[in-house]
């Protein structure tokens, strides 16, 4: 490990990012996307530059700054549904980081981090004006429209007739399912 995202050594505090602006773009891109996997395979590529050196290291802790900072950056765009407050009750203590003591537990705490954040920004994306079965429905859609989600399936998990969310969705949200499993596609891609 010669380098960290440009820096002149692992451990040198000469004012670099510790994460590539591709990186720093891939992982807001994940976040936008809310993308687990995309952003797990991101938070392991960083962790990876970062093996061998101590937690307390200024690196590892440059890295986990710039990880969380961008973590408060992609919340901050949001639009605010849920207060500040309320979110950070539902993501892992900050507190607990300096009780970390392995580079694998901190990598561990990264993943739940960004995966109750993923969390919190899906259910603000789906809340609000849309009812329960509905909400339901369009969470279901942002979880699977890779791998084709249908409104079967969708009414099969909500345990609705298929008929009955296939009205309500179209009334609630101005187009059919597939309509708008079409147009979460559609985002994705263009993003």
Not at 51 to 77: F, M, N, T, Y
Not at 96 to 122: H, P, T
Request: with cysteine; aromatic share 6%; proline share 3%.
């Amino acid at each position: 490990l010669d380098r960290i995202g440009g820096g002149r050594g692992p451990d040198a505090p000469d004012g670099h990012e510790s994460m590539s602006i591709r990186e720093q773009k891939q992982l807001l891109l994940g976040i936008e996307r809310l993308d687990q996997e995309a952003v797990a395979r991101l938070i392991a590529d960083v962790f990876v530059k970062l093996r061998g050196l101590p937690v307390h290291s200024h690196s590892v802790q440059k890295a986990v700054s710039e990880l969380i900072q961008i973590g408060d950056k992609a919340w901050k765009k949001s639009p605010a549904a849920l207060t500040t407050a309320a979110v950070a009750d539902r993501l892992p203590s900050r507190a607990d980081l300096g009780r970390i003591d392995q580079l694998e537990q901190l990598e561990r705490w990264m993943n739940v981090y960004y995966a109750s954040l993923l969390q919190q920004l899906k259910q603000q994306r789906v809340s609000g004006k849309h009812s329960r079965h509905v909400s339901q429905a369009i969470q279901l859609v942002l979880d699977h429209y890779r791998s084709g989600m249908t409104l079967e399936q969708a009414a099969g998990v909500i345990g609705l007739n298929p008929s009955y969310l296939s009205r309500i969705f179209k009334e609630e949200t101005h187009s059919t399912f597939s309509e708008y499993l079409n147009m979460v596609r559609i985002a994705a891609a263009c993003k």
